[in-house]
T-cell receptor
Framework: AQKITQTQPGMFVQEKEAVTLDCTYD???????LFWYKQPSSGEMIFLIY??????QNATEGRYSLNFQKARKSANLVISASQLGDSAMYFC??????????????????????FGKGTLLTVNP | EAGVTQFPSHSVIEKGQTVTLRCDPI?????LYWYRRVMGKEIKFLLH????????ESGMPNNRFLAERTGGTYSTLKVQPAELEDSGVYFC?????????????FGPGTRLTVT
C-alpha cells in the first residue's frame, strides 16, 4: 500500500518569494513515481512536475523544482519567485512503476495515483 | 490536441436518482482512470481501464457504481441509486501506455451534489 502525507493544510507566501510545500510518502514498491499537481479555483488538475525514484537528479520544470530525498521519503515542491497566479491547491501523488509488459499480468493496476490531502497555497501581493 | 473532457461539469440530483458521468480521454490514450474527491478528503482512485478492459476496479465503493468504456474510447460512470455520501468531484484522467513517467492528464471534473 502507498501513502502520501501533506502536513500543511495551508501556506502563505509573499509574491516573488520562494515557498516549499512538504510531501512525505510511504511505499513498499521498489520503483515509483512522484507527482505534483496544481488545482486552481476553477477546478482542473494541472500536472506540474514528476520525479522517478530511480532518477539521480532532482526534477525541475521552470519555477518548480522537486526536492527529492529518498532516504527520508520526502518529495517537497519548491516554487521560486511566487506569483499571484500560483494561489491554488497543490497535491502530491505517487504511483508504483512496473514494466509495461507486465501490466496485464500483474493482477492489478500499477499505474493508479495515490494522493495526499493537499496544501492550499495563498500568494499575497 | 484536445485535453480530457468531462460532462456534465456539475450535476445536482436527489437521493435515489441515477446519474451518468461521461469522460472523453485524450485521443490515443489507452489508459483511462476515474478518481473521486469527497469534500475535505484525499482524491481517491476508483478504477482503471486499459482500452475497453477494466484493469483495476479495487477503488469502486460499492455495486451502485458502474463504469464502462465503450470500444476503448469514452467512458461512463453511472451511480444508481445515488446516496448523499456520493457527493463530491469526480475526475477522469488518461495516459499513454509506455510513457516514461506515466503522467496522467486530468479532466476538469464533474461536481456531483446529491440532496
Amino acid at each position: 500500500a502507498q501513502k502520501i502525507t501533506q502536513t500543511q493544510p495551508g501556506m502563505f507566501v509573499q509574491e516573488k518569494e520562494a515557498v516549499t510545500l512538504d510531501c512525505t510518502y510511504d511505499t513498499s514498491d521498489p520503483s515509483y513515481g512522484l507527482f505534483w499537481y496544481k488545482q486552481p479555483s476553477s477546478g482542473e488538475m494541472i500536472f506540474l512536475i514528476y520525479q522517478g525514484s530511480y532518477d539521480q537528479q532532482n526534477a525541475t520544470e521552470g519555477r518548480y523544482s522537486l526536492n527529492f530525498q529518498k532516504a527520508r521519503k520526502s518529495a517537497n515542491l519548491v516554487i521560486s519567485a511566487s506569483q499571484l497566479g500560483d494561489s491554488a491547491m497543490y497535491f502530491c501523488a505517487m504511483q508504483p512503476l512496473a514494466r509495461v509488459t507486465t501490466l496485464r499480468n500483474s493482477g492489478g493496476s500499477n499505474y493508479k495515483l495515490t494522493f495526499g490531502k493537499g496544501t492550499l497555497l495563498t500568494v499575497n501581493p | 490536441e484536445a485535453g480530457v473532457t468531462q460532462f456534465p461539469s456539475h450535476s445536482v440530483i436527489e437521493k435515489g436518482q441515477t446519474v451518468t458521468l461521461r469522460c472523453d480521454p485524450i485521443s490515443g490514450h489507452d489508459n483511462l482512470y476515474w478518481y473521486r474527491r469527497v469534500m475535505g478528503k484525499e482524491i481517491k482512485f476508483l478504477l482503471h481501464f486499459v482500452k475497453e478492459s477494466k484493469q483495476d476496479e479495487s477503488g469502486m465503493p460499492n455495486n451502485r457504481f458502474l463504469a464502462e468504456r465503450t470500444g476503448g474510447t469514452y467512458s461512463t460512470l453511472k451511480v444508481q441509486p445515488a446516496e448523499l455520501e456520493d457527493s463530491g468531484v469526480y475526475f477522469c484522467a488518461s495516459s499513454h501506455t509506455g510513457a516514461p513517467s506515466g503522467e496522467q492528464y486530468f479532466g476538469p471534473g464533474t461536481r456531483l451534489t446529491v440532496t
